[in-house]
Structures are given as structure tokens and as C-alpha cells.
């Protein structure tokens, strides 16, 4: 039977790099026997010295472990795939390697970057071996990926693959200190790596230029041994959380708002997942993204921090790590708390009965993309309301921002009335005219839309995309964007 074995990325080294091997086999014992009778120096990675399969070691046919089959004599069928897959029981694919003597030696120049942690007892030569054979994913270059990536990197974590899609931004600056002035409008992955490598050329960065989805995430996560969140949306948290899951990996978790920050090491292996703290997102709207309540520069340098120092301990095999935590932090009292977590059984993804086994639509789970029966919310560009100012037409413009906000940038003739007040306020908005509603970037001017119909307002109401931003950047570049 010709079959597909599956070789993880640590024991690729032992069969000259490759990462799947074609042969003929009846059984799975059959396949190994062959693999290591062509790929000696794997045998014994693979086998004790009495030629029984090591127990840090899996073997899986199709999607079952065959520990769970008929062991070795597991039938295979043509056009299958084995996969070995090791345990993650000692924690983590760099442990694992350390047991079998060979993480990679350090070189006399890493030996002097790194002296200050070989001479830490908690490290030392064998800690910084390990942080060199690690492969830590990083979601996110943004607030938290910063100062992750910086320390991670310097650190000496030999692998770290980076997913973001986003282009670096002026108002990107105030809290992401791994992009600078020079990189605006550059994507931020390669920002990134520039960044990442300037701080430690030994570091090996791989991007993945892509909006993490339900589709690639296994796929991308299967490959490293650490995940780290520095998302910035519950569609995206719910999503690293499951693939974490699924793929067995340690998430190490960390979100901010405002002044609050957040930090734990979710891992289902041993103990709370994400879902077991919250089960269920908040509904749409009821939390406002950083974009639009605002985030103080510092909190992600110092959440993101955190989470690097999570990530060093996850991987040195460290006690203490943040398991079954959540740190609670407080940049304006400065104050830091902690609950308790606890795996939750009925958890509906690392519970007992699990109902969720393969990732789902996290936009409609998050109440996103639901069906509506309205017809679409009318809009307009920056450039069509500089039309509609020329041409003098008879409308009004109605702007839902704050007053502060209002201080920083306005465009001419926009009355102000902040969002939480337009409903309470709608006799002053005429319904015989059109009303332009606008704020920053385009978000709250909708809701606004909403909330006003939905207060029975008739008139008609025109969204303007992309806010007061879209103005300076299309119409009027003298008007700050903030
Ligand atoms: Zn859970």
C-alpha cells in the first residue's frame, strides 16, 4: 500500500529535512520499520532500546492514535497518511527534544549575548537552548505583538512566526513600538521582521501575510509550540483559543482597553481554556474596540510584556507559569489582582463532552455577520459629502463624537451630538433634510443611524465611511487625523 508518514518539524533533522516521506506498508509498524530502516538516525527518537515506541511518541493513521487501534498492527490503507505526532505531556516539543539531548548548541556569539541568562540558575546553557529550539507564534504585531516580539527576540527564541495583514498607520505609533515613523503605510509583518532581526539577526522570523482564519489557523498553529495573543477582536480571540485547543497548544492570553489590561496562560492540557472564562462573547457593540474607547500607550507595553515572560517561563518549563490565573491590571490605580480559573467540565470545547471539534464561523458566533431583513444602511464617501458642500445642497451634518474629539478635528458645519446623547436629543435633527452622520472612522456614525431608527426618527440618514479620516486623507489633508 503506498502511504504518507508525516514527520514533525523536530525529527525533520533526522531524515534530511524532509517533512513527508512516501513508502510502501501494510501496517503502521510495518511503515515505521521502513521509514527508520531508511532514516537510521530516527530510529532511536522513535524506539527505546527495546525496539517498543517511545511514550512521548504518537502515531496516528487517518485521525486516530493507534494506541486507540490495533497498536503497530494497525491496518494502513492505500493512499493514507501516518502522522507522528509527539506528546506534548512534558509540556512542550522543545522539552521534548531536551530529553533526548539535542537541542541545538549555542554558538561563542550567542554564548556572550545571552551570558546574563546562562548565569540565572533558571535558564542557564540548557534554558537558553531551549528558548533557541522553540517556535513561538505570535498573532498580531500591533499594541501587545510589540513588546512581545522585541523581548522574545531578544531573548533568544529561535523560531518566531508572525500573522498580521495590517499596514503600519500614524495613529498605530503612540503604543507600537515595534514599528517607527519610517514604516508608515509598510505592511507590518515586514516593519516586523526588520524590527526583530536589527534586535537579534540569530532569531528566524516566519510571516504568514494573511487575516487569520478558520481555514489556516490548525494548519499554521500545528507548527509552533507556543501561541501568543495580541488579537484585538473577540472573533480572532474565540478563533486562537479553539485552534489553541484543538491543537493542543499553551495561549498565552492578553488583552487590554482603555486602562485594563488582562493576562493568563490559557492551556486545555492543563487547565482553563478561554472558553471556560467566557463561554460566550459579549453581544456586538457592548464593548468598543481601541479604536473607538481609546487605549493608554503604556497597558500593551506592559501586558505585552507579560505575556513575553509567560511565553520564556512556558517554554523553560518553568513553575509558577500564569495557569489557571487571570491577572487583572490597572494602569490609572495602579493596581493588580488575580482570580482564580478553573477547567470548566462543561466547557464546549476542552470539556468532557466537547461539542465544538473543529473551528467554527467566529463572525457569526460573535453576532457579526447575522442575516438582517433592513435594506443596507445608506452611505457616502468623504468626496461625495465635499460634493454635496459644492453643489450647496440643503442638508445637515450631525457629528456622534465627543466633545474632546471634537476640539482635535471637525469638519466645517458638522453639528456635535455625542452618540450616547443622539436619541435624547433627536428633535434637533430636522427630518424634512438629509442628515450626513459622521464620527472618527465610521463606526459609531452607524450605530447612531441605528439608534435613531430605532427610536422611530423618519428622516433619512446617510452613514459617511470611514469617519472624519477619510475626510483628511480624501478631501482635506489640513484636518488632523488622530
Ligand atoms: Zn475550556
Same mark, same amino acid.
Given at each position: 500500500m503506498a502511504i504518507t508518514v508525516i514527520i514533525p518539524t523536530p525529527l525533520r533533522q533526522f531524515a534530511d529535512g524532509s517533512s513527508e516521506i512516501y513508502l510502501e506498508a501494510a501496517t503502521a509498524g510495518d511503515a515505521l520499520e521502513k521509514l527508520t530502516a531508511q532514516y537510521t538516525g530516527l530510529r532511536k527518537h522513535l524506539y527505546n532500546d527495546q525496539n517498543v515506541l517511545r511514550n512521548f511518541v504518537n502515531v496516528y493513521v487517518g485521525d486516530e492514535d493507534i494506541r486507540h487501534l490495533d497498536g503497530p498492527q494497525t491496518q494502513v490503507k492505500d493512499g493514507e497518511t501516518i502522522m507522528i505526532v509527539p506528546s506534548i505531556?512534558?509540556?512542550?516539543i522543545a522539552a521534548e527534544a531536551r530529553a533526548e539531548g539535542d537541542l541545538p548548541a549555542l554558538t561563542n556569539e550567542e554564548m556572550a549575548r545571552y551570558s546574563r541568562h546562562l548565569i540565572l540558575p533558571e535558564v542557564g546553557l540548557e534554558g537558553q537552548r531551549k528558548l533557541k529550539a522553540a517556535r513561538v507564534l505570535m498573532i498580531g504585531t500591533g499594541g501587545l505583538g510589540s513588546p512581545m516580539g522585541l523581548y522574545l527576540a531578544a531573548a533568544g527564541v529561535g523560531t518566531i512566526g508572525l500573522v498580521d495583514f495590517d499596514v503600519v498607520d500614524a495613529s498605530n505609533l503612540q503604543r507600537q513600538i515595534?514599528?517607527?515613523?519610517?514604516? *508608515?503605510?509598510?505592511?507590518k509583518i515586514d516593519s516586523a521582521k526588520d524590527r526583530l532581526l536589527d534586535i537579534n539577526p540569530n532569531t528566524k522570523i516566519e510571516s504568514f501575510e494573511t487575516r487569520l482564519t478558520s481555514e489556516n489557523a490548525l494548519e499554521i498553529f500545528k507548527e509552533f509550540d507556543v501561541i501568543v495573543d495580541g488579537t484585538d477582536n473577540f472573533p480572532t480571540r474565540y478563533l486562537v483559543s479553539d485552534a489553541s485547543v484543538l491543537t493542543r497548544k499553551p495561549n498565552v492570553y492578553g488583552s487590554i482597553f482603555r486602562f485594563e489590561g488582562q493576562a493568563s496562560v490559557f492551556w486545555a492540557e492543563k487547565g482553563a481554556c478561554y472558553r471556560c472564562l467566557y463561554p460566550e462573547p459579549p453581544p456586538p457593540g457592548l464593548v468598543p474596540s481601541c479604536a473607538e474607547g481609546g487605549v493608554l500607550g503604556v497597558l500593551p507595553g506592559i501586558v505585552g510584556t507579560i505575556q513575553a515572560n509567560e511565553t520564556i517561563k512556558v517554554i523553560l518549563g518553568a513553575?509558577? *507559569?500564569?495557569?489557571?490565573r487571570l491577572l487583572l491590571f490597572d494602569a490609572w490605580k495602579m493596581t493588580f489582582r488575580q482570580l482564580k480559573l478553573r477547567k470548566d467540565p462543561?466547557?464546549?470545547?476542552?470539556?468532557?463532552?466537547?461539542?465544538?471539534?473543529e473551528l467554527i464561523d467566529y463572525e457569526e458566533f460573535c453576532g457579526l455577520n447575522l442575516p438582517t431583513e433592513e435594506k443596507p444602511m445608506e452611505e457616502i464617501t468623504a468626496s461625495e459629502l465635499k460634493s454635496l458642500f459644492e453643489r450647496n445642497e440643503d442638508f445637515q451634518l450631525i457629528d456622534v463624537r465627543e466633545p474632546f474629539e471634537y476640539e482635535i478635528a471637525r469638519i466645517p458645519s458638522a453639528k456635535l451630538i455625542p452618540l450616547a446623547q443622539v436619541v435624547a436629543r433627536?428633535?434637533?435633527?430636522?427630518?424634512?433634510k438629509t442628515a450626513v452622520v459622521q464620527c472618527k472612522g465610521g463606526v459609531r456614525s452607524a450605530k447612531a443611524i441605528e439608534n435613531l431608527k430605532a427610536a422611530g426618527y423618519a428622516g433619512r440618514l446617510i452613514n459617511l465611511k470611514g469617519g472624519i479620516r477619510a475626510w483628511s486623507d480624501e478631501v482635506d489633508s489640513s484636518v488632523p487625523k488622530y
Open positions: 505531556a512534558g509540556g512542550n515595534i514599528h517607527g515613523t519610517k514604516d *508608515i503605510g509598510r505592511p513553575e509558577g *507559569i500564569l495557569l489557571n462543561a466547557c464546549p470545547v476542552c470539556g468532557d463532552n466537547p461539542t465544538i471539534k433627536l428633535s434637533e435633527i430636522d427630518p424634512a
